[in-house]
């Protein structure tokens, strides 16, 4: 048997009267992620009703008590709400049918967008969904490999993986002293996880708090700190030295105007080139 045949949320992907279309993937993670709301009366909300069949694996899956939300653009979906299902008609791809779905549904526990795939939409569902996330909620985005294929116009600089990424980088803003603007900082995402083609996001904003370095008591005898004494005990100091003299030189000009980042920037690579192994493909 496959893992993830025996995953809760596959047996009720089986049990479903109507037809859903997931990975296999996919199984796994609603279980580690999702398990908890079972029994619970969360507010779920699918993006993608296709042929219903989700809809009735959520119900399964989270029990009686759950308010189980579908949207799709295609007005046939409507047929679900005589199976007890809230269906709202409209497109992810717009903000303006998001903040009157939001105003007509309220606070959301776990939110699902698996609805047309294309990075554009799933930024715009996210940036639009996320202040109704409650606290202790998720927002889930499925077939983040769209990101990547070229039938969905990726890869691209501007995709929805590199949009989640930039938001795990936005997370270490809350840290203080970072470079990463003040504005950009998350206030809802406590974490970011990413599985095979899905990213899921932890909204707690009680939990955004302002990370600090602390110690639980003032040292003994204080030892040193090798992470500053690092250039002088790598094993070719010449390189060492070069490459701590170009890092220096490299953020002396990154605040200069104009041509000051990309000069700094390329500094800054130059002091690493060792480090590139690791990052083309090998
Ligand atoms: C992958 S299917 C959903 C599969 C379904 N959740 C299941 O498990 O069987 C994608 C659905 O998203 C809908 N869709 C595509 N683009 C959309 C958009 N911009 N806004 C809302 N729904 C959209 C399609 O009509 C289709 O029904």
């Not at 903000?95 to 606070?107: I, L, T």
């Amino acid at each position: 048997m496959e893992p993830q045949q025996q995953t809760g949320s596959y047996s009720s992907f089986l049990a479903s009267p109507e037809s859903s279309y997931k990975h296999t993937s996919y199984f796994q993670v609603y279980d580690d992620l999702l398990k908890k709301y079972a029994g619970t009366d969360l507010t779920f909300v699918e993006v993608g009703v296709f042929n219903g069949g989700s809809l009735f694996m959520w119900r399964d899956f989270f029990g009686p008590k759950a308010r189980i939300i579908g949207i799709d653009m295609n007005p046939g979906a409507r047929k679900w709400q005589d199976h007890g299902f809230e269906i709202f008609i409209g497109s992810q791809s717009d903000p303006s049918f998001w903040s009157a779905f939001f105003k007509a549904v309220g606070p959301i526990d776990v939110f699902l967008d698996d609805g047309g795939h294309f990075f554009d939409q799933q930024i715009v569902t996210f940036e639009c969904a996320i202040d109704s996330i409650k606290d202790g909620g998720l927002l889930l985005v499925e077939d983040t490999h769209t990101s990547f294929m070229n039938s969905f116009y990726g890869p691209s600089r501007l995709s929805f993986q590199s949009y989640a990424k930039m938001v795990a980088d936005r997370i270490n803003a809350r840290h203080g002293p970072t470079r990463i603007p003040a504005s950009m900082q998350s206030r809802a995402v406590y974490s970011v996880e990413f599985f095979e083609s899905i990213v899921a996001f932890k909204i707690d904003r009680r939990k955004c708090i302002d990370g600090s370095p602390v110690f639980n008591r003032p040292p003994k005898e204080s030892a040193l700190d090798f992470a500053q004494t690092d250039r002088s005990i790598r094993a070719n100091p010449a390189i060492s030295t070069i490459r701590y003299l170009l890092r220096k030189i490299s953020r002396l000009f990154r605040d200069l105007p104009i041509l000051g980042p990309l000069v700094g920037q390329t500094l800054n690579d130059l002091a690493n080139l060792d480090l590139l192994k690791y990052f083309v493909k090998r």
